[in-house]
């Protein structure tokens, strides 16, 4: 059996640490100063932008734009990572890590801007809205938030390796984070400043779980941490079946989330066990 003493190893060695580049420091703090400044400066540039992306939606089915969208929803997304918390758990304390400082600068900029929707101010005629039709708090893009929150975690907190797949896993998750962020456009529900503050956001918000993960290796280390993330996720994704569904797209996700959430859970249990044995 491992006593409670063992719960926690010792510091890693200094060059197992999250190696943030200082250029990525500086783009999403760009993304997000750009994001807040055109918020203020071009708001007529906005809608245009808007209203020439939003008007391209129609060229994809839009239960791919509905499909994308709800990948970037929190409570559906951070389930996915449970089947990295074996083999990556920095990865997955990393994106854990990054939600207060993610959620407070949401809450922050949501409610100092209070900035309406697409839909709370064009004519609904004049814009397509696939999904619910949201009017208030849209600056920034909370979506958007959780995906690069995400993207940028595994980015940072996974060893890639120099292999082809090594190589081009990064720009894969940077590509699909940047499809939820353009999904929330094409969906009807953001505009493109939301979208690009939304990245700045959750970009920095990763590169400080980094850096607490960096700061407190031990967490990484902790089994009840670990066994109470897997919990909470797993419940997370579960809890959806609770709720009506909202439509097919919700519906293809929640099963691959409550999959994903279900065998990293089980692989997780199972290594824990073999542990105490």
């Known amino acids: 059996m ?5 719960d926690v190893s010792l510091s890693e060695p200094r060059d197992d640490r999250i190696q943030i580049p200082p250029w990525a420091v500086l783009v999403a703090g760009f993304m997000l100063l750009m994001g807040v400044g055109l918020q203020f400066a071009a708001q007529a540039q906005n809608t245009a932008y808007f209203q020439l992306i939003n008007h391209e939606s129609s060229r994809v089915d839009p239960m791919v734009w509905s499909f994308l969208t ?4 929190t409570s559906l997304l951070w ?8 083999s990556h758990p920095k990865a997955v304390i990393c ?80 590509l699909l984070a940047s499809l939820i962020g353009l999904s929330r456009i094409m969906v ?33 280390h902790q089994v009840n941490l670990q066994r109470s993330i897997v919990l909470i996720f797993w419940v997370m994704a579960m809890a959806h079946w609770l709720s009506p569904l909202k439509d097919p797209a919700q519906l293809w996700v929640l099963v691959l989330s409550s999959a994903l959430a279900s065998w990293g859970t089980i692989q997780f249990l199972r290594s824990s066990a073999r542990l105490e044995d």
């Open 79 to 86: 389930p996915m990572l449970l089947p990295l918390m074996k």
């Open 70 to 73: 709800w990948l970037g929803d």
């Open 188 to 220: 009807g529900a953001h505009w493109p400043w939301d979208v690009l503050a939304g990245a700045g956001v959750g970009c920095l918000s990763a590169m400080c779980g980094a850096y607490a993960v960096n700061r407190y290796p031990k967490l990484q």
């Open 95 to 174: 994106a854990v890590a990054s939600v207060p400082v993610g959620g407070c600068l949401s809450w922050l900029l949501k409610w100092s801007f209070n900035s309406p929707r697409p839909a709370g101010v064009l004519d609904l005629g004049d814009l397509t809205i696939i999904g619910p039709t949201l009017t208030e708090h849209s600056f920034p893009s909370g979506h958007t938030i959780t995906a690069f929150a995400a993207c940028v975690a595994l980015i940072l907190g996974i060893k890639w390796g120099k292999t082809i797949l090594g190589k081009g896993c990064p720009y894969a998750l940077v």
């Open 2 to 6: 491992i006593s409670s003493t063992e």
